[in-house]
C-alpha cells in the first residue's frame, strides 16, 4: 500500500527519517508530501526541503518519493493514489491535534490515518527546536541527517550576519 507521510520537514531531522523509515518497512510505498504552510515561519523554501530530504533518504529501503503538497492532504493523497496518511507522535498534545486532523481527513476525503509513535532517542526532537538552538550556534548534529545539518548550520550563520533573510 501507498502511503503518505505529510510535514513541513524545515529541516528533515532523524525523527522525521524514523517515522519514513518505519513507514515504508510497513507499508512499502511511501511519498513525502513537503508541506507550505502559510502559518508558519519556513527557514528554507520547500523545494529546498525536497532536495535535503531527498539527499537523507538515500538509506531507506522500499520506494520513497519526495512532492510539495499545496492544497488540500487529501487531493494529494488522492492524486498520488495513497491508501493513508501515516503522522509521528511525541507526545499527548501532537495527539489531541492530529486527531483533529484526521477525523476531518476521513470526513472530507475518505482517508485514514495511521499513528507511529516516536521512538524513544527522536522523542523530544523538532523541526522548531533545531532551528532555534542552531539560530544561537548550538550543535544539533545528533539529531539531523549531516545535508540537513550542514544546510542548517549554514542557513543560520547567513541569518546571523545578516548575509540572508527566511524565505518564506
Given at each position: 500500500m ?46 529546498e ?30 492524486h ?89
Amino acid at each position: 500500500m501507498k502511503v503518505v507521510c505529510p510535514g513541513s520537514f524545515d529541516p528533515i531531522t532523524l525523527g522525521h527519517l524514523d517515522v519514513i523509515n518505519r513507514a515504508a518497512h510497513l507499508f512499502g510505498e511511501v511519498v513525502v508530501a513537503v508541506g507550505r504552510n502559510s502559518t508558519k515561519q519556513s527557514l528554507f523554501t520547500a523545494e529546498e526541503r525536497v532536495d535535503l530530504i531527498e539527499a537523507a533518504l538515500h538509506e531507506v529501503p522500499g520506494v520513497v518519493t519526495v512532492d510539495i503538497i499545496d492544497g488540500l492532504l487529501v487531493d494529494f493523497c488522492r492524486h498520488h493514489g495513497a491508501g493513508a496518511i501515516v503522522k509521528g507522535l511525541r507526545f499527548a498534545s501532537d495527539f489531541d491535534f492530529e486527531l483533529q486532523m484526521a477525523h476531518m481527513n476521513e470526513h472530507v476525503g475518505d482517508i485514514e490515518t495511521v499513528f507511529l509513535p516516536a521512538s524513544p532517542e527522536y522523542g523530544t526532537v523538532s523541526s522548531s527546536m533545531m532551528r532555534q538552538m542552531a539560530r544561537f550556534g548550538g550543535d544539533v548534529s545528533a539529531f539531523l541527517p549531516a545535508v540537513a545539518n550542514q544546510a542548517l548550520v549554514a542557513r543560520s550563520r547567513d541569518l546571523r550576519e545578516g548575509l540572508v533573510r527566511g524565505p518564506e
